[in-house]
Nanobody
């Protein structure tokens, strides 16, 4: 069982930056791939970024590539999402997720195992 708690969301102007954190409980954090997803009002949840259990591989949605960076600290059981050059279209509730599959799966049909409660990110124009 893994419990995930996100933090770091807030209101920022376009062009600004935010860093989201996701703290995980349990002693097996390092065996889970970690991901960030987001859901804007009236839209379906979408994949944002993911990182393999070792941190050796990262994956990004095209819409955030070059602006967002995912990282993890297995010693602190925490995964981060550094978001730079934010745009109003980045406004959404951001969710942290964990999964123990053999490979990172980013397709929308796949349901990751564990989810956090979400943190709101609002980017004003």
């Amino acid at each position: 069982q893994v419990q995930l708690v996100e933090s770091g969301g807030g209101l920022v102007q376009a062009g600004g930056s935010l860093r989201l954190s996701c703290a995980a409980s349990g002693r097996t954090f390092s065996s889970y791939h970690m991901g960030w997803f987001r859901q804007a009002a009236g839209k379906e949840r979408e994949f944002v970024a993911a990182i393999s259990w070792s941190g050796g591989k990262t994956y990004y949605a095209d819409s955030v590539k070059g602006r967002f960076t995912i990282s993890r600290d297995n010693a602190k059981n925490t995964v981060y999402l550094q978001m730079n050059s934010l745009k109003p279209e980045d406004t959404a509730v951001y969710y942290c997720a964990a999964d123990s599959s053999l490979v990172v799966v980013t397709t929308p049909q796949y349901e990751w195992e564990y989810w956090g409660q979400g943190t709101q990110v609002t980017v004003s124009s």
